[in-house]
């Protein structure tokens, strides 16, 4: 190839790097349909927020000290009030994190609705349950680092989970603690999984969330069979208005940057006047191994699954089951919905059911994970995580019927 | 209006979900507790009103030989060590009593301290406690036996010993009345750091504010079995509202603590919870100014952006 001499920067980096032609690729054709409602806007949302945690996380870590003896005063003393405005990166990474998790939750209950996990869009459904899975590895070992008393006994509490494992449990609880009980060791493993090691596998795992989607195409909100190619030349060709499908740039991105923007109107409010939900007063105090608070939780994200492990009140092992079922089986979606027609629960009467069940049943778990576990709440819970279970085992079964039912 | 259905529809069960994890789950986990009693209606009235020139001469009589009161130039008797090494506990300086603490609880004080610290509210606490226990019994053997584990509990607790300064029982009503007198007519005002440092810094530090406690950790955990936690962070950690009722009767909040009620005065309470909030938030002012500016910020650009998208979709609809 030979270059010739360039008449500005633009035409400079296209001869070496094909920019006009990744622009397309990645921009100006990269096609989506027309035919969606905001929550596909949710996707954006979500790495904005991840680059807001990214950004606010890299000037906490400047002064941030993983050590049991000045952690908690490097965050609420150092970051909190000496540094300029280290307060406002610290408010906008505890709500980042907390709020990333309700847009995570609306992304994967728009997926499931709409039946956007099947039919070729498998990998798309798992690469984005594996960034949920990394999320809450990344949020869990983050809640550890302010070394208060909620970072030292939540991490004690799950850390005790693994201890239930048959033949390796008791063994793995100290390989994983780098102790005995949760110390030093414990919180400074714990930081270099959050600011390194998982940070860059959720990178990584972006990537293949967002190449996923460039062979199965973006899901509508009919399910409706798009034919992109024949679309796109409808767009190329100037019949804008008649084509089925949009360019992310400019016209799907505009829609997206306005959701964003009110999006982010009720997150700085969060940040500014209404932080209490993601950071918890008990973690004010300082972690404290002799003093165990009278109630220990998780964050809000993690209620329902602890509901489902703590509503078999009366057996350790069966809850650990339970527990163990309802972190995997939402990888299982695209087959144990045994219905391949890619359709909105609204177009699927049994399904439609099932979903919103499904949301009920999840909020109730989510409810009743945070109250404590005592009296009538116990059992409350227990039927909330029994219905957990039961959703999924009749799950293939009412698709099944679907299916049958659904040719006519 | 499809969307603006969608958008109601998450709204609603976002805010379900939030309302039961927040303010419902903490009505359950902290249940509703009365508001500070500042009238301390469980202590004794004196209907008698002091002579504040009586009173420096009962001082010097009765209170000279362990406090001192550098507002009116009386001097510790002996150094910190030996005052320490003598009683378990440095008796405190008085110049800011008349100031900080409620009279009516300063003369039952006098009278009686471990009572009036510990003794009456303790007791009040595991009366309720007993009569919640009691109507709850299903047998009368039940209620005699919650009965006789009361009795054991207030019996073994006014057994322990839990102030060193003695009781002035002996002293007549016009006579204490006459102490509480002098000391309000030489008190020395008090900014919030000094009522803090004062009222609590005895046995607590507040590390972010400079302020240490006046003990060595050795004695403080001898004398009170256990290490007062700092005071940095606990605006944060409990919030306003508690702090006022834990202050104003730590019984009433964590039935059996070392922590005496120390009968603050209403306005000396509040000097005290404006430090802790000066100290451990300190950036609230900065905080709520910028927050208005940034959401200003963030409305404008949503209305551009909205522009934005009409103008981008007139071409593809």
Request: aromatic residues 16%; negative net charge.
């Amino acid at each position: 190839m030979e270059i010739k001499k360039s008449a500005n920067v633009g035409e400079w980096l296209d001869q070496r790097l094909g920019t006009t032609m990744l622009a397309k690729v990645l921009m100006t054709e990269y096609w989506i349909p027309k035919n969606i409602n905001f929550l596909w806007a949710f996707g954006v949302v979500l790495m904005t927020l991840f680059a807001l945690l990214v950004i606010s996380g890299m000037f906490l870590l400047m002064y941030y000290k993983p050590d049991t003896a000045l952690a908690f005063n490097s965050v609420n003393y150092t970051i909190m009030q000496e540094v300029a405005y280290g307060w406002l990166f610290r408010h906008i990474h505890a709500v980042a994190a907390s709020v990333v998790f309700l847009v995570i939750y609306i992304h994967m209950l728009t997926g499931i609705y709409y039946g956007s996990y099947k039919s070729g869009r498998e990998m798309i459904w798992i690469s984005g349950m594996l960034l949920f899975v990394t999320f809450s590895a990344e949020g869990f070992s983050g809640y550890m680092l302010p070394w208060g008393q909620m970072s030292y006994w939540a991490a004690q509490v799950i850390t005790n989970l693994f201890g239930a494992i048959p033949f390796i449990g008791p063994d793995l609880v100290i390989w994983i603690r780098g102790d005995y009980v949760v110390s030093d060791a414990t919180l400074t493993r714990f930081f270099a999984l959050h600011v390194f090691i998982l940070p860059l596998i959720i990178m990584g795992i972006i990537g293949l969330h967002f190449y996923s989607l460039r062979i199965p195409h973006v899901n509508n909100q009919e399910g409706e069979e798009v034919d992109f190619e024949a679309e796109a030349r409808k767009y190329k060709a100037g019949e804008k208005k008649k084509a089925k499908v949009i360019p992310f740039w400019p016209v799907f991105l505009s829609k997206d940057i306005f959701v964003l923007s009110v999006f982010l109107v009720f997150f700085f409010y969060l940040v500014f006047f209404h932080y209490g939900f993601a950071m918890d007063p008990i973690n004010f105090i300082p972690a404290d191994s002799m003093k165990t608070p009278p109630h220990i939780y998780p964050e809000w994200y993690f209620l329902w699954s602890y509901e489902v492990l703590r509503g078999f009140f009366f057996s350790a092992d069966l809850g650990l089951i339970a527990f163990g079922i309802a972190n995997v089986i939402f990888f299982l979606m695209p087959w144990l919905d045994r219905d391949p027609a890619v359709k909105p629960a609204a177009k699927r009467p049994y399904f439609f059911i099932w979903f919103w069940v499904l949301i009920v049943d999840l909020i109730g778990l989510t409810i009743w994970g945070k109250l404590p576990p005592t009296g009538v709440n116990a059992y409350i819970g227990f039927v909330f995580s029994i219905l957990f279970l039961a959703l999924f085992i009749i799950l293939p079964m009412i698709s099944k019927a679907e299916r049958n039912g659904g040719a006519k | 209006m499809r969307e603006l259905k969608i958008l109601i529809v998450l709204i609603a069960f976002t805010a379900v979900t939030y309302w039961g994890i927040e303010p419902y789950a903490h009505h359950v986990m902290h249940p509703h507790t009365e508001a500070p009693d500042y009238a301390f209606s469980d202590l004794e009235e004196f209907h008698v009103v002091g002579d504040a020139k009586a009173g420096k001469e009962l001082f010097a009589m009765n209170c000279q030989a362990c406090h001192s009161l550098s507002s009116d130039d009386i001097l510790p008797p002996m150094g910190h060590a030996d005052l320490v090494a003598a009683y378990g506990v440095y008796p405190p300086d008085l110049s800011t009593a008349g100031d900080l603490y409620d009279t009516k609880f300063l003369a039952n004080f006098i009278k009686n301290p471990a009572n009036t610290a510990f003794d009456s509210i303790f007791k009040k606490h595991k009366e309720e406690e007993l009569a919640k226990a009691k109507a709850l019994a299903k047998s009368d053997e039940e209620v005699a036996k919650l009965q006789h584990s009361f009795e054991k509990t207030i019996e073994g607790y006014l057994a322990k010993t839990k102030i060193s300064m003695p009781g002035f029982d002996y002293l007549s009503d016009q006579e204490i009345a006459n102490i509480i007198a002098y000391m309000k007519a030489v008190k020395k005002e008090t900014t919030p750091r000094e009522a803090t440092a004062q009222a609590c810094g005895r046995c607590h530090s507040v590390n972010y504010g400079d302020l240490t406690e006046n003990s060595s950790r050795d004695q403080l955990v001898g004398y009170l079995g256990s290490f007062p936690p700092d005071l940095s962070q606990m605006i944060k950690s409990k919030g306003d509202e508690y702090l006022h009722k834990f202050i104003n009767d730590p019984q009433k909040q964590l039935l059996g603590t070392a922590m005496p009620r120390v009968g603050l005065t209403e306005d000396a309470e509040k000097k005290i919870v404006q430090y802790l909030e000066e100290v451990g938030d300190a950036k609230k002012d900065e905080r709520n100014t910028l927050g208005v500016y940034v959401l200003i910020f963030m409305v404008i650009m949503a209305v551009f952006a909205y522009f934005f998208k009409v103008n981008v979709f007139k071409e593809v609809h």
